[in-house]
């Protein structure tokens, strides 16, 4: 069973920068490589959005609300997905996630995300 482990949230101010990790333990490095990565976030009272998404073969594309901000990327080598976060806003206070994708569908159960606050 792939279990889902994401860190690197946390409070910060407007501007300031976060980089979140996450690590798909127990999937093979043979599965993992395969899949898109998709990074998610859902903000209170909203539905989760899909904000960065990293193909298997390293192509990479944004939600407008993080485009040019917010950079995927991925080590095969140790399964895991990161998500630099810069210029942060208020409004990309949310938990995020990240899970495997295919086309517009989720691979693995969902892990307890990561919280990010945007605040002065």
């Known amino acids: 069973q792939v279990q889902l482990v994401e860190s690197g949230g946390g409070l910060v101010q407007p501007g300031e920068s976060l980089r979140l990790s996450c690590t798909a333990s127990?999937?093979?490095?043979?599965?993992?490589?395969?899949?898109?990565m998709g990074w998610y976030r859902q903000a209170p009272g909203k539905q989760r959005e899909l904000v960065a998404h990293?193909?298997?073969?390293?192509?990479?594309n944004y939600a407008d609300s993080v485009k040019g901000r917010f950079t995927i990327s991925r080590d095969n080598a140790k399964n895991t997905v990161y998500l630099q976060m810069n210029s942060l806003k208020p409004e990309d206070t949310a938990v995020y996630y990240c899970?495997?994708?295919?086309?517009?569908?989720?691979?693995?159960?969902w892990g307890q995300g990561t919280q990010v606050t945007v605040s002065s």
């Open positions: 127990g999937a093979s490095g043979v599965i993992f490589r395969a899949y898109a």
């Open positions: 990293i193909t298997s073969g390293g192509i990479t």
């Open positions: 899970n495997a994708k295919l086309f517009s569908a989720t691979i693995w159960p």
